[in-house]
């Protein structure tokens, strides 16, 4: 019995921030390179490739994934969200405007990551109502330079700011 070879491409079809995308991809191939090489979406950094950093961290059907641990093929028929697609929707425009305010995107390699882990925190009107829980929620992003200080900082106002709106407007 002959095994398949890890180099055939398989036809896989999602949607990729709002469009529908069709792709040949080898089943081996990571999301991260799918998402990277064949759609240009650079703001999925590839920093560990083990899971462990969350540079890579990506939106599937709404839930935070590290693109770097999941193969393209598992994309089939899912909604698959990053940064870029985050920031041309508008939906994280207020939380990226408080990592400037906060200074919290220093060298910016894991901003990408921090913004989407973020954003499904934020997602959830309940979530985010301490600092504590907002640490939590960003334990598996790691960032070498701002001590986690400022990040915590501005999703904090964030969550705050969209509570006091949405008060507001009731």
Known sequence: ???????????????????AVRARVPARVHLGDLLRGTFGLTG???????????????LVDGRAVRACLMLGVQADGATV?????????GRIRDLQDAFHARN???????TPG????????????????????IRQAI?????????YHAIVDAIATTAESRRTRREAAE
């Open 114 to 133: 921090m913004l989407v882990t973020a954003a499904e925190l934020l997602a959830d009107e309940a979530a985010a109502s301490s600092r504590e829980e």
């Open 44 to 58: 999925v950094h590839l920093g560990c490739e083990h899971g462990v950093c969350g540079a890579c961290t990506i």
């Open 1 to 19: 019995m002959a095994s398949e070879s890890p180099d055939r491409e398989h036809a896989v079809a999602f949607t990729l921030n709002g469009e």
């Open 81 to 89: 969200e990053t940064v870029e697609g985050l920031t041309e929707s």
């Open 139 to 147: 334990s598996g992003n790691y960032c070498r330079c701002t001590g």
């Open 104 to 110: 919290a995107l220093q060298c910016g390699y894991c």
